[in-house]
């Protein structure tokens, strides 16, 4: 008989997201996720429920070409045995322009 030990079998135990910067048409975002065993080994995001694009080990990742208006955001972490955890959404948006004012002087 032969014994297999140390293997990790249980999921991260937390993942979030939040957003660190912003502008008219980008939001970005960076990832937090906790696992004891195997540590995390690859980050991925998704906006607007949209399929997860994969960042690799890098946590910080930048929407582009996002359009007014607000945009639900999770990230999805895996940690070294594959076993993934899901981060509840965030709703975001990006910088709103706005139009500026002016008066006119009448005496010069």
Do not use: C, M, W
């Not at 993934?84 to 002016?102: G, L, V």
């Amino acid at each position: 008989s032969y014994t297999v030990s140390q293997i990790d079998t249980t999921a991260p135990s937390a993942a979030s997201v939040s957003v660190t910067s912003k502008t008219t048409n980008t939001i970005t975002v960076k990832a937090t996720g906790t696992d004891a065993e195997s540590g995390i080994v690859k980050y991925e995001f998704s906006i607007d429920n949209g399929a997860y694009v994969s960042n690799g080990t890098n946590d910080t990742y930048t929407f582009t070409k996002v359009t007014t208006g607000n945009h639900t955001i999770k990230v999805r972490v895996t940690n070294g045995s594959g076993l993934t955890k899901e981060s509840t959404a965030i709703t975001a948006s990006p910088n709103e322009i706005t139009a500026p004012t002016y008066s006119i002087d009448k005496t010069g």
